[in-house]
C-alpha cells in the first residue's frame, strides 16, 4: 500500500522518484474535500427541494464535519506505518488520485479490477517518464513512442481517436515523402 501510495504521489505532484518529503497535508485536504462534497451531493439528492433546510443541512455538514484523513495518518500510510486503512478512505485515496480504489488492494487481493488500475498507472509512469526522456533531448525507440500515443488514445471518444489516428499517420507519411532513401 505504501509503495502504491508514494508512486502516485510522485505521478500527482510531479515530484522526483523518492522525494524527502511528500505533501501529505495536501493528500489529507483533499481527500478530506471530497469527502465533504460527497456528503453534500448526498444531502442535496436527499431535499432535491432545497429551500432552508437544505442550507441548514449543508451548513451542519461543514461545521460538524471532521476531516476524512489527517497529514500525520497520510503520512503513516506514505511511509508504511500504517496499513489497513478503511474501505472508505480507500474511496476517497482513488477519488483523489483518479484511480480504482482497488488499485490500493494488496497482491493477495489480486481482481481483474486491480489489475486494471496497476495496468493504468503503469501507462501513466511509462508516458511520463517517456516525455521526460524526450524533454531531455534523449531518443526513444519508436515502439516506445507509438505505445505511449496509443495508450493516450483509447482515453478519447472513439470520433476524437480516429481522427487523431489519422492525423498521425498522414503525418507519418508526409515526412517519409520527404526522407532520403537509404
Known amino acids: 500500500m505504501a509503495q502504491k501510495l508514494r508512486r502516485l504521489t510522485v505521478l500527482k505532484f510531479n515530484l522526483e522518484p523518492n522525494p ?3 505533501p501529505a497535508t495536501e493528500i489529507a485536504e483533499g481527500c478530506s474535500r471530497l469527502y465533504v462534497e460527497d456528503k453534500i451531493s448526498q444531502a442535496r439528492e436527499q431535499m ?3 429551500g432552508d433546510l437544505l442550507k441548514a443541512a449543508i451548513e451542519q455538514i461543514i461545521e460538524d464535519d471532521k ?6 495518518y497520510v503520512s503513516d500510510l506514505i511511509h ?3 496499513d489497513n486503512p478503511t474501505r472508505l478512505v480507500l474511496k476517497y485515496l482513488g477519488a483523489f488520485y483518479g484511480v480504482n480504489p482497488a488499485y490500493f488492494f494488496g497482491e493477495d487481493e489480486e481482481t481483474e479490477e486491480t489489475r486494471a488500475a496497476e495496468s493504468e498507472v503503469e501507462l501513466i509512469s511509462a508516458a511520463r517518464e517517456l516525455r521526460q526522456k524526450l ?9 516506445q513512442l507509438l505505445t505511449a500515443m496509443m495508450r493516450g488514445v483509447n482515453k478519447l471518444s472513439p470520433a476524437v481517436a480516429t481522427g487523431m489516428i489519422h492525423a498521425q499517420l498522414a503525418a ?9 532513401k537509404d
Do not use: M
Not at 476531516?67 to 500525520?72: F, Q, T, W
Not at 507519418?172 to 532520403?180: G, N
Open 67 to 72: 476531516p476524512l484523513l489527517n497529514r500525520s
Open 172 to 180: 507519418i507519411d508526409q515526412v517519409a515523402k520527404t526522407q532520403p
Open 20 to 22: 524527502k518529503k511528500y
Open 80 to 82: 508504511d506505518k500504517r
Open 135 to 143: 524533454k531531455d533531448g534523449g531518443t526513444a525507440d519508436p515502439s
Open 48 to 50: 432535491p427541494e432545497g
